[in-house]
């Protein structure tokens, strides 16, 4: 399953050139608004040593990591639910994403210009907010105008779907974002169809100098405490040192470069592990000597939903599934030596797939 991040934010905030950062595709940056006009997409191998482990024991062809899809998308200005700046263009696109990372400026530079004048993450959040929040509710009244001639018919459906919408338009109205609407799984179901923006996971990212890569500053901490209540995370990037590290080629160099600011990982493994997290994403593998590959699917899935990702005759002829714990194929090195020591589960159709299982799938079309 393809799985796309979508980069938003204000003009200037730092969008592209973490975009740069994160991918091989080249947006342009510069320091005016609506820089990016067509959404760039770039993708990047999800990185995971089970992967690298897998290949040291099975000596495949060919290894196949799982790819995660960022887009980098126009800026957002005040009045784009009405089509001000580019605001038309920026809301399709982001209804097409899976999750949202919100790129918020938390670094001063008298350099580079702020739309607004002055550098206020918690303003420039509110900004986007209330333009996305005020297209979902123009989607939201639309359809209960659509359904309310249905309702007062008497048909159920159509007083059930109306009921879940007055509740989001509730919310929407308050400055709510949709996300934060508390309803059942069913209730959902209502508002599925008019594919509402803020009702998709975000993550903010803040992007701060050099210099408050490890601490944070005063902005970082007035955009915690706006987001403290949200069911969404904030992590701290510095774009320019991550525009440094995807200059180097060589991994010993990223490693020593790493070193030098005190981190353990980039920021692009930060926001791929969050993205996975907000998602309930998971990954299981698959193992052979023409190709040791990595699956991306969602937490909970069936074993029959993972082989479909595969190829849908996988999921709508399914046998069983052999399942392999990495960890045994770590100890017993190869198959037949799992098989011989009992390690080979044979699972059927109601098997809920853990992360980094390794499988082989038997079916019959």
Not at 49 to 62: A, G
Not at 134 to 163: F, M, N, P, Q
Not at 292 to 305: C, E, F, L, M, S
Request: net charge negative; hydrophobic share 40%; charged share 30%.
């Amino acid at each position: 399953m393809g799985l796309q991040c979508g980069i938003v934010g204000l003009p200037n905030v730092g969008k592209s050139t973490l975009f740069n950062a994160l991918s091989s595709a080249k947006a342009e940056a510069a320091n005016f608004p609506f820089c990016t006009i067509e959404p760039n997409v770039g993708v990047v191998t999800v990185p995971d040593p089970r992967i690298n482990t897998l290949e040291s024991l099975v000596n495949p062809q060919k290894v196949i990591p799982t790819v995660i899809e960022f887009v980098d998308i126009a800026g957002l200005v005040k009045g784009a639910s009405k089509g001000e700046g580019l605001g038309n263009k920026f809301l399709a696109n982001i209804r097409e994403v899976d999750a949202i990372l919100h790129v918020v400026r938390c670094f001063n530079d008298d350099n580079v210009v702020h739309v607004a004048g002055s550098v206020d993450p918690v303003f420039d959040k509110e900004v986007i907010d209330t333009e996305l929040q005020l297209k979902d509710l123009e989607s939201v009244e639309k359809k209960i105008l659509r359904l309310s001639k249905v309702a007062k018919s008497g048909d159920a459906g159509a007083r059930k779907d109306l009921a879940v919408l007055e509740i989001f338009k509730e919310a929407l109205e308050k400055g709510q974002n949709a996300r934060s609407v508390d309803v059942s799984k069913d209730d959902l179901e209502s508002v599925r169809d008019i594919h509402l923006i803020t009702i998709k996971p975000v993550i903010y990212v803040a992007n701060v100098e050099e210099e408050a890569i490890h601490t944070g500053n005063e902005h970082v901490t007035a955009l915690k405490e706006k987001v403290k209540d949200e069911n969404a995370e904030v992590i701290t990037i510095s774009a320019s040192i991550e525009s440094q590290i995807a200059e180097l080629d060589d991994e010993d160099e990223r490693t020593m470069f790493l070193d030098e600011y005190g981190l353990t990982e980039s920021g692009l493994n930060k926001l791929i592990r969050a993205s996975y997290s907000i998602l309930d994403l998971i990954t299981y593998f698959t193992a052979g000597p023409q190709e040791v590959r990595a699956w991306t699917i969602r937490k909970g899935w069936k074993a029959p939903q993972a082989a479909g990702v595969i190829h849908t005759d996988f999921e709508k002829g399914f046998i069983k599934a052999e399942v392999i714990k990495l960890p045994d194929y770590e100890q017993y090195k190869t198959e037949v030596a799992i098989k011989e020591a009992g390690k080979m589960a044979v699972e059927g159709k109601d098997y809920i797939v853990h992360d980094g299982d390794v499988m082989h799938f038997r079916f019959n079309v």
